[in-house]
């Protein structure tokens, strides 16, 4: 077996590998215990002992209520699914606080695009290159921006919102109606939830229900927190109940939320860091012995073989971050 058959025997099987790993890295897998746990919930509370159900029997009065609290639950969800498939680029815009149009937007992305294909051109590399610069400062770029401002609008707005909640209880126990309570945040409270509020505040003048101005703001800030409050809100009009000890206890919620995070993010930082090591480490030796001997390294640019070990160690690398990152990316 020559050299040749050697090296595509091994690309072939490297390629194998990656794709296998990044597709466990992308997809993931869950465990028995979670499958059990889902299908347990998915069931509902298992039946009780029988004093448990002379309880249920006393408590019957409570059902129509129940009924129609996970009615609002059901309708609140399905407006929510409706409205995840009707994801555009002006409602992304939105998200992420650009008063652009999206005919601004597409121009400007064109704009910038063609820059950086100009710009890579003129710097002596080939068309395919400029090509690639050009399609990822078009396509890419922008929307990762977009993104980018989007997450860091939403980081803002959950940072202030349990303040938020606390002005509507505070008002609502000492008398003010709920739509005075809301004027007040839009107007005193920073951006972005004063102006998602006042957006609110604006909606409810010209005859939009809070449920409806509340379910616009989730559009623009879809949240669990958002979610949260437009739930309790709903069913305190339609089922009735207190009001400022239901917004009370959402507050305590929310801020123990935030600290929740707060700590993963804390305890998570060194499996981060050293990912971030890792990853960096073989470049930037790759770098410097190319600063020091550079004629020790130029056999992988002008050979074959030094060009498909550059090839398979990207892919590798590639599959390895991807790998660290489904390892350090914690949903919470």
Excluded at 59 to 74: E, H, S
Excluded at 133 to 141: D, E, K, P, T
């Amino acid at each position: 077996m020559d050299q040749t058959t050697l090296i595509i025997f091994g690309v072939a099987l490297l390629a194998a590998v990656c794709i296998g790993a990044i597709g466990f890295a992308l997809t993931g897998s869950k465990s028995d215990k979670s499958n059990v746990r889902m299908a347990r919930v998915a069931r509902g509370p298992a039946r009780g002992t029988p004093a448990d159900e002379k309880e249920n029997n006393q408590g019957d009065n409570a059902g129509p209520r129940r009924k129609q609290v996970q009615a609002t639950l059901k309708e609140i969800e399905a407006k929510q699914k409706a409205e995840k498939e009707k994801l555009t680029i002006r409602l992304r815009l939105q998200r992420a606080g650009l008063e652009i149009t999206p005919r601004t937007f597409y121009i400007a992305s064109a704009c910038f695009g063609l820059v950086v294909a100009v710009g890579v051109a003129l710097s002596g590399l080939p068309l395919g290159a400029a090509a690639l610069g050009g399609f990822a400062g078009g396509f890419g770029f922008p929307r990762w921006f977009v993104n980018f401002k989007t997450k860091r609008r939403q980081s803002a707005f959950v940072e202030e919102f349990a303040n938020s909640l606390d002005v509507i209880v505070r008002g609502v126990k000492a008398g003010l109606p709920i739509n005075d309570c809301l004027k007040i945040i839009a107007n005193e409270s920073p951006e972005p939830v004063g102006s998602e509020f006042k957006e609110l505040v604006d909606g409810q003048a010209m005859g939009v229900t809070i449920e409806q101005g509340l379910q616009r703001v989730y559009e623009r800030i879809p949240l669990p927190e958002v979610n949260f409050f437009m739930i309790v809100l709903a069913i305190q009009q339609q089922a009735g109940g207190n009001l400022s000890e239901a917004l009370s206890n959402l507050s305590n919620v929310l801020r123990d939320r935030k600290k929740m995070r707060a700590k993963i993010q804390a305890m998570s930082q060194e499996a981060k860091a050293s990912a971030g090591i890792i990853g960096v480490l073989p470049p930037g030796v790759m770098l410097l012995i190319y600063l020091t001997t550079p004629e020790y390294i130029s056999i992988l640019f002008t050979s074959t073989a030094g060009n498909l070990i550059i090839v398979g160690g990207l892919v590798w690398m590639g599959m390895g971050m991807l790998v660290m990152r489904k390892m350090i990316n914690f949903n919470f």
